[in-house]
Nanobody, 123 residues
Framework: QVQLVESGGGLVQAGGSLRLSCTTSGRTQGSYAMGWFRQAPGKEREFVAA????????LYGDSVKGRFTISRDNAKNTVFLQMNSLKPEDTAVYYC????????????????WGQGTQVTVSS
């Protein structure tokens, strides 16, 4: 079992940056592939980025490639999502998720979820 808590969301102007954090408790972070997803009102949950269990592989959604970076600090049991060049269409609730197996983009394949943190990008 693992618990996930996101933080770092807020309101930012277009072109700005935010860094989200996801702190895990329970089993060590190295036991899971970790992912970030987002969901805007009226839309399906969208894959943003993910880290493999070993940390050696990453995946990014097409809409965030080149602007967002996922990283992790295993000593602090924390995963980060650095978001640069933010756009109004990035506005959503951002969720951290953990998966027992390897990298995946489908939210249905993740076993544990945080409560989400709101990111709002104004134009």
């Amino acid at each position: 079992q693992v618990q996930l808590v996101e933080s770092g969301g807020g309101l930012v102007q277009a072109g700005g940056s935010l860094r989200l954090s996801c702190t895990t408790s329970g089993r060590t972070q190295g036991s899971y592939a970790m992912g970030w997803f987002r969901q805007a009102p009226g839309k399906e949950r969208e894959f943003v980025a993910a880290f493999s269990r070993s940390g050696s592989s990453t995946l990014y959604g097409d809409s965030v490639k080149g602007r967002f970076t996922i990283s992790r600090d295993n000593a602090k049991n924390t995963v980060f999502l650095q978001m640069n060049s933010l756009k109004p269409e990035d506005t959503a609730v951002y969720y951290c998720a953990a998966r027992i197996s390897g990298l995946a983009q489908s939210p249905t394949l993740y076993n544990y979820w945080g409560q989400g943190t709101q990111v709002t990008v104004s134009s």
